[in-house]
């Protein structure tokens, strides 16, 4: 392990950081009210933070925290419970209070503020993902912190991002920043669940995400909130694998920002991204978090890939899905573990007609001598 990685360093070092504000922080306990002193001293640190050269994107969460009352919704009522047309209309009700307290966090010092609205097929569509892009890095650039929630109002089932964690990693992949913090209620990676287990033990820095480490998150989602651990390290699955940082902490006090780059005692749960040359499209495939499908390889293909190869149709067992030349296809071995991701040459009924045939035969398949990769190296990111 290199140990000279902290959460220091990395927030030091950092240019451009994504902030994610979880339910529980941003909302209070009468759940109808944004804790605004807390959201006070967190843009003072975000002020610091500026002023010592960074670029700040916030994504907020809280919207449908803040509108449930209004609509009759009871507090202990947890999300996943709610109806998705209550939850979309109280989301509609509380984005309001939720910018309007970034506002009054922000405008005393000056600072301008945008709100920006994402769905997953934003971000998963490459046009418009870079439309998107194009939008926050204007803002960026003019000096005003694009204020981020998923659009809640329009975005239903299979298109729908639901946590914020892992919305907070696609940003921070769209726009290649460095570190994505996610402040929660929860500071960080324990080795079992601490409020249950005395000899869980807290972990500083994760180099490598393991099955070890998904085990550890467990399924456990606490009071308001959505995502709880697991949709944690899926985020840092994601962000990671595009070359990002990611920090876990929990935010309840106020100015966690400032602690958690000066204060090396503040715990937190550091996942150190994959920092080997990843180029843009390659950062764009490995954060797709919705695959049109999959590819089965046989060990011989696995081979070709480590070594910097392209995947030829002769190697590939099985595919599953459908999809259209283009599309991403995650990669598996042919017991299905993960490999990576990648975009298809063919359409899944060429891809059909040519896997586990050689060139020549795939020439006489399909009555021309088209590409010869299924997906080609430099359309590929293979997980660390
Ligand atoms: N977009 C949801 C909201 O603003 C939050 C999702 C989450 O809890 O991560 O209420």
Same mark, same amino acid.
């Given at each position: 392990?290199?140990? #000279? %990685?902290?959460?220091?360093?990395?927030?030091?070092?950092?240019?451009?950081?994504?902030?994610?504000?979880?339910?529980?922080?941003?909302?209070?306990?009468?759940?109808?009210?944004? &804790? /605004?002193?807390?959201?006070?001293?967190?843009?003072?640190?975000?002020?610091?933070?500026?002023?010592?050269?960074?670029?700040?994107? %916030?994504?907020?969460?809280?919207?449908?925290?803040?509108?449930?009352?209004?609509?009759?919704?009871?507090?202990?009522?947890?999300?996943?419970?709610? =109806?998705?047309?209550?939850?979309?209309? #109280?989301?509609?009700?509380?984005?309001?209070?939720?910018?309007?307290?970034?506002?009054?966090?922000?405008?005393?010092? !000056?600072?301008?503020?945008? /709100?920006?609205?994402?769905?997953?097929?934003?971000?998963?569509? &490459?046009?418009?993902?870079?439309?998107?892009?194009?939008?926050?890095?204007?803002?960026?650039?003019?000096?005003?912190?694009?204020?981020?929630?998923?659009?809640?109002?329009?975005?239903?089932?299979?298109?729908?991002?639901?946590?914020?964690?892992?919305?907070?990693?696609?940003? =921070?992949?769209?726009?290649?920043?460095?570190?994505?913090?996610?402040?929660?209620?929860?500071?960080?990676?324990?080795?079992? !669940?601490?409020?249950?287990?005395?000899?869980?033990?807290?972990?500083?820095?994760?180099?490598?995400?393991? /099955?070890?480490?998904?085990?550890?998150?467990?399924? =456990?989602?606490?009071?308001?909130?959505?995502? +709880?651990?697991?949709?944690?390290?899926?985020?840092?699955?994601?962000?990671?694998?595009?070359?990002?940082?990611?920090?876990? #902490? $929990?935010?309840?006090? $106020?100015? %966690?920002?400032?602690?958690?780059?000066?204060?090396? !005692?503040? &715990? #937190?749960?550091?996942?150190? +991204? *994959?920092?080997?040359?990843? !180029?843009?499209?390659? &950062?764009?495939?490995?954060?797709?978090?919705?695959?049109?499908?999959?590819?089965?390889? *046989?060990?011989?293909?696995?081979?070709?890939?480590?070594?910097?190869?392209?995947?030829?149709?002769?190697?590939?067992?099985?595919?599953?899905?459908?999809?259209?030349?283009?599309?991403?296809?995650?990669?598996?071995?042919?017991?299905?573990?993960?490999?990576?991701?990648? %975009?298809?040459?063919?359409?899944?009924?060429?891809?059909?007609?040519?896997?586990?045939? $050689?060139?020549?035969?795939?020439?006489?398949?399909?009555?021309?001598?088209?590409?010869?990769?299924?997906?080609?190296?430099?359309?590929?990111?293979? /997980?660390?």
């Amino acid at each position: 392990m290199t140990t #000279s %990685i902290t959460t220091q360093k990395c927030l030091k070092d950092a240019k451009t950081i994504i902030i994610k504000i979880g339910t529980a922080l941003i909302v209070d306990k009468s759940g109808d009210h944004v &804790r /605004q002193e807390w959201l006070d001293a967190l843009a003072e640190d975000v002020k610091a933070l500026r002023e010592a050269g960074k670029n700040i994107v %916030i994504v907020s969460s809280g919207a449908v925290a803040l509108g449930r009352t209004s609509l009759g919704i009871p507090l202990d009522k947890p999300p996943m419970a709610i =109806a998705l047309q209550k939850k979309q209309a #109280s989301s509609a009700i509380g984005q309001f209070h939720v910018f309007n307290g970034f506002f009054n966090a922000f405008t005393p010092h !000056n600072i301008k503020i945008a /709100q920006v609205l994402l769905t997953m097929s934003e971000t998963e569509n &490459r046009r418009m993902h870079l439309n998107a892009r194009a939008t926050m890095n204007e803002l960026i650039e003019n000096g005003v912190i694009p204020i981020i929630n998923e659009n809640d109002t329009i975005s239903t089932g299979e298109i729908r991002f639901g946590d914020n964690d892992r919305l907070a990693a696609r940003v =921070a992949q769209m726009i290649e920043a460095d570190v994505v913090v996610l402040l929660s209620t929860t500071d960080g990676l324990y080795t079992a !669940n601490p409020d249950k287990d005395d000899s869980a033990e807290h972990i500083p820095v994760v180099e490598d995400i393991t /099955q070890d480490h998904i085990d550890m998150a467990g399924e =456990a989602i606490p009071g308001m909130s959505t995502g +709880g651990m697991k949709s944690k390290l899926e985020a840092a699955q994601n962000a990671t694998t595009s070359g990002i940082d990611l920090i876990i #902490s $929990n935010g309840r006090g $106020n100015h %966690i920002l400032d602690q958690l780059v000066n204060d090396e !005692n503040i &715990r #937190s749960t550091l996942f150190v +991204g *994959d920092h080997t040359t990843h !180029n843009a499209k390659k &950062r764009w495939i490995g954060a797709h978090m919705r695959p049109k499908g999959k590819v089965f390889i *046989d060990d011989g293909a696995i081979q070709a890939l480590k070594k910097g190869g392209s995947l030829l149709p002769v190697g590939v067992k099985k595919i599953e899905g459908r999809f259209e030349r283009g599309d991403i296809l995650e990669i598996c071995t042919e017991s299905g573990h993960k490999l990576g991701m990648g %975009i298809t040459a063919f359409n899944k009924n060429d891809a059909d007609h040519v896997i586990g045939k $050689n060139s020549e035969q795939i020439a006489e398949v399909m009555g021309f001598m088209g590409r010869s990769e299924l997906i080609h190296r430099n359309d590929m990111v293979l /997980q660390a």
